[in-house]
């Protein structure tokens, strides 16, 4: 087990990257702790499997120092760095049996048969699997087949981190939760560093206590699932966590407030408001807006039944503003007023929220 | 008059695919069929398009019975779930392609495909082949040729499903827009039950081939004929338990029972099927008629903007639907509050009781 520090991580494919724009990594610095759940979260092409690789050992980086504990591994190949890795599609043999293929990891790191033993046992328990130890891997369902590629990651217990790619692609989406709930309590029971890396949102939210969200090449935000969704530092962030996604609307400033065309709306980062130079815009939330008696004008343009909830999409001049209603409350027909809830409102500059 | 299944049959050696079916389509309107793979979604699409030939029964549009008719007579465009271009040719030459087989002049062919390629935002795209373009895009390239030749009859195949969910979202919210004005029926298949009630229109539920229930969709989403059209229709899936009435009481169990709601005091005593949609069950008490349930939680799923947490009750699986972030740890104790006045019930053969 190990804490692991990405230190001014920065990566090219390229020999000498012209533009900003030719780093698959920009600039990182991150430190996972030791026994922590993470997810790695992000659209594909933003830099998370380039980072994967990285930690792993099968790409060196072109600028930067990788950390386990306080041990330099930078240069260490992946056989050294004593790393499980669980992929998108199972990896297992499917001639041997369900034992033979928990116990090889370890048969191969010339662990003795008892160790052997009580590890396989003990991960097939946790696993449900005991009953099914003596079956060949190849008459299993695949998501039977993906539990042997996760306990195969779990079984081995000198290793510094456990990282998962995309571990749940092959799975029916009505068995999902079921290896969720696992992967979960597998964590709890075993309290192993986990990094899961995923461009789904609620499989990175459902595993991970922090999440490293990812865009472009950067580290846009590192929360907990309550401050992605409650304190965005960052509209992609608003945009990409939530369905749907935050608003985000140009706004100015004036008299130590902002407005959007000309309407004041309370912020809850007032005092951050300083001549900031850049492009300002205000993200609110659809959750966190409501109609009210007085506010900003808006018309209703249309009306979504979700059924636990209505997504009203209005326009306040050129800008579409959405947001939910619950099941059985009225919506009005035209002309209407929103309020933001103040608490909830920040300004953003080029895309950062004003602190 | 519409387009009709008429006592619409499909056997496939002694396997019945499609039962004996009769459902008339809202003409001009948008119908989605809703049910799980192998549910017979596609064979109707077949049946409708003329790729496939039924094994008795008719298909008729607009007075005219269709059945002998080859698929090319057919006026239908179809989109699949993968994305079907032509590789080598442009996205102008791709949208372009079934008005040149239809001989209209150069003219009239640049103005549609320019027309079409704006509601789709292609222009800035046309000059580009497919491998050039995102999985969203070449998605709405294949969207453009099916709107472009103005075909009496639209099938889209589950048309979203290889996009990433934020693509998802933001097509979804423009098929039914670029639908509205056009003289044309849609028929949309999905397996998510949310994208239905999303899409809005007309909803066919289906289950291992048989239609359940048509209608409008929001309507046959809160008045389901029967607990197999809710379970068809509810995602999460809705939570039932064998209930009993006794005088002006509804027992689940020793510790849990409650005041009948109204709706349902004159209902004779005996057993019946309570049938309850995950977002009537929260996790902190909503205040009303709601019922404290006991549960171990089996694991919290969270989208960002919305916790499922899957709870095992006296020994079925049950799932609250809330807005925000909660979470509780796997197999923890917890209580969930059930909102009864929204309850479903049904008699022991599944048919929904006096509502």
Not at chain 1, 55 to 84: C, H, M, N, Y
Not at chain 1, 333 to 344: H, I
């Amino acid at each position: 087990m190990a804490k692991i520090t990405l230190e001014h991580l920065r990566h090219s494919y390229m020999a000498n990257p012209p533009t900003e724009a030719d780093w698959a990594l920009r600039r990182l610095d991150i430190d996972w702790d030791d026994g922590g759940a993470y997810a790695l979260l992000g659209p594909s092409g933003c830099g998370k499997t380039t980072l994967l690789n990285i930690v792993s050992g099968l790409l060196k980086p072109t600028e930067g120092r990788v950390l386990f504990d306080d041990l330099d591994v930078t240069d260490l190949p992946p056989d050294q760095r004593q790393i499980a890795q669980v992929f998108q599609f199972p990896v297992i043999y499917d001639t041997m049996t369900v034992y033979g293929n928990l116990a090889f990891p370890l048969r191969n790191r010339n662990v003795p048969e008892k160790e052997v033993d009580q590890r396989v046992r003990q991960i097939a328990d946790m696993l449900d699997l005991t009953d099914r130890l003596d079956s060949r891997a190849s008459g299993l369902t695949a998501d039977g087949k993906q539990k042997i590629s996760l306990g195969r990651g779990l079984v081995r217990s000198d290793v510094n981190v456990i990282m998962f790619d995309e571990p749940l692609t092959v799975i029916d989406p009505h068995l999902k939760w079921v290896l969720r709930s696992k992967l979960k309590e597998l964590h709890q029971e075993v309290g192993r560093t986990m990094i899961y890396v995923t461009h789904d949102q609620t499989e990175a939210l459902t595993f991970a206590d922090r999440v490293v969200v990812m865009n472009l090449g950067e580290v846009v935000q590192i929360g907990t699932p309550v401050e992605l969704f409650e304190r965005p530092e960052h509209t992609f962030v608003g945009h990409f966590i939530g369905s749907p996604g935050m608003n985000v609307l140009p706004c100015e400033l004036a008299d130590g407030g902002a407005s959007i065309e000309g309407h004041r709306v309370t912020v809850a980062n007032a005092s951050a408001l300083n001549e900031p130079d850049g492009v300002l815009e205000i993200g609110i939330r659809p959750e966190f807006v409501s109609f009210a008696d007085q506010g900003l004008p808006v018309d209703v343009v249309r009306v979504s039944d979700a059924g636990r909830y209505r997504i009203v999409d209005t326009r306040l001049g050129a800008h579409s503003i959405k947001l939910l209603v619950r099941e059985g409350e009225s919506v009005p027909s035209e002309r209407a007023y929103l309020r933001f809830d103040p608490e909830r409102t920040r300004v953003y500059c080029d895309s950062r929220v004003l602190t | 008059m519409a387009l009709e299944l008429r006592n619409i049959e499909k056997r496939v050696g002694a396997e019945s695919h499609i039962y004996e079916t009769n459902l008339s389509f809202v003409d001009n309107g948008f119908n989605v069929l809703l049910g799980t793979t192998l549910s017979g979604k596609t064979t109707l699409m077949q049946l409708i398009a003329g790729t496939d030939k039924p094994t008795s029964g008719e298909v008729w549009f607009r007075g005219t019975n269709l059945t002998q008719v080859p698929v090319q007579k057919r006026n239908v465009s179809l989109v699949f779930q993968q994305f079907i271009n032509y590789p080598n040719l442009s996205v102008y030459e791709n949208i372009a392609s079934p008005l040149r087989v239809a001989k209209i002049s150069r003219d009239e062919v640049d103005e549609r495909v320019q027309r079409t390629a704006d509601l789709l935002k292609l222009t800035p795209m046309l000059g580009r082949r497919p491998d050039e373009l995102s999985g969203g895009q070449q998605q709405r390239t294949a969207i453009a040729r099916a709107l472009v030749k103005d075909a009496d009859i639209v099938l889209l195949d589950e048309p979203l499903a290889n996009l990433d969910y934020k693509l998802r979202e933001e097509l979804r919210d423009e098929l039914p827009k670029l639908f509205a004005d056009r003289d044309c029926t849609v028929v949309y298949a999905t397996t998510e039950p949310t994208e239905a009630l999303l899409l809005g229109g007309h909803t066919a539920l289906l289950n291992q081939g048989r239609v359940v229930q048509f209608g409008p969709t929001s309507d046959i989403y809160r008045h389901p004929r029967s607990l197999l059209a809710a379970q068809v229709f509810s995602d999460p899936p809705i939570n039932t338990a064998s209930v009993q009435k006794q005088g002006d009481q509804i027992v689940l169990s020793e510790s849990v029972s409650w005041r009948a709601p109204d709706r349902q005091a004159a209902l004779a005593d005996g057993p019946y099927t309570i049938g309850i949609r995950p977002h009537h069950v929260l996790p902190r008490d909503p205040g009303g008629d709601s019922v404290a349930v006991e549960g171990e939680v089996l694991v919290t799923e969270l989208s960002g903007s919305e916790s499922t947490i899957h709870f095992d009750l006296a020994g079925s699986v049950w799932v609250s639907l809330a807005r925000g972030v909660d979470t509780f740890k796997v197999g923890e104790r917890a209580t969930l509050y059930a909102d009864v006045a929204h309850a479903l019930l049904f008699e022991p053969d599944g048919a929904l009781v006096a509502d």
